[in-house]
């Protein structure tokens, strides 16, 4: 099923883009998501330390995802 | 201004200039005699090194959603009526200000604990990421505090 991801804060620069739309398996959960982003070794170290939210609503790595989903990739924030 | 008002005092993150004056006035209360303010401003260096600017970027709907969270939070855990964020975004130069909450409680003890709750919170949880720019025209994003629900990691 394809899954549409976006990229916010420093995930944006290591994607190099601010959307991917990736495929993954009927029944994948966002871990398996995250398995299938590729990039450089930044991102993949960067990955380790994101949330994911599906709409506003932040969602955990077991989250069972469905056809037509938007994940927001979202690393450690930085405000104030 | 005049008709930007409502939405400027409705909104929670903005890239218009935040406004303490409008958010003061819209939660005057008779019944509150303590104001607790905490305004962050953009300063010119962080771990000895110059910068001359930011620039913030958010996921806004989220953002909203976890800042009117931490404010409920707030009133609740410290008995307070009025606790209010607000945080901009986009590029600030120095001395521009990045975030003003306004707490106003009956006495001062709760205005002061949860005015710091508030500010703490939302520095800690609401997705927006701070790049600093500096002299040479090079610039990074500032390490922060993970917000992952299921990987609680410890940050600086």
Known sequence: ?80 | MGQQTPDLLAARVQSSALSLDLLLSDTERDDCGALAIFSGTVRNHHEGRAVTGLEYTSHVPLAERIIEEIEAETRERFGVPVCRVQHRIGRLGIGESAIIAVVRSAHRAEAFAALRHAVDATKARAPIWKEEFYPDGSSSFVQGCCIAPDQAIPDA
């Open chain 1, 1 to 80: 099923m394809r899954i549409e991801v976006s990229f916010w804060g420093v995930m944006r620069r290591h994607a190099g883009a601010e959307r991917r739309v990736l495929e993954v398996d009927e029944g994948a959960d966002v871990g398996a998501l995250v398995s299938a982003i590729d990039g450089g070794a930044a991102m993949a170290s960067e990955l380790e330390r994101c949330a994911f939210a599906i709409g506003t609503t932040l969602v955990p790595r077991s989250h069972l995802l469905s056809e037509g989903d938007e994940v927001a990739v979202l690393p450690p924030v930085s405000g104030g």
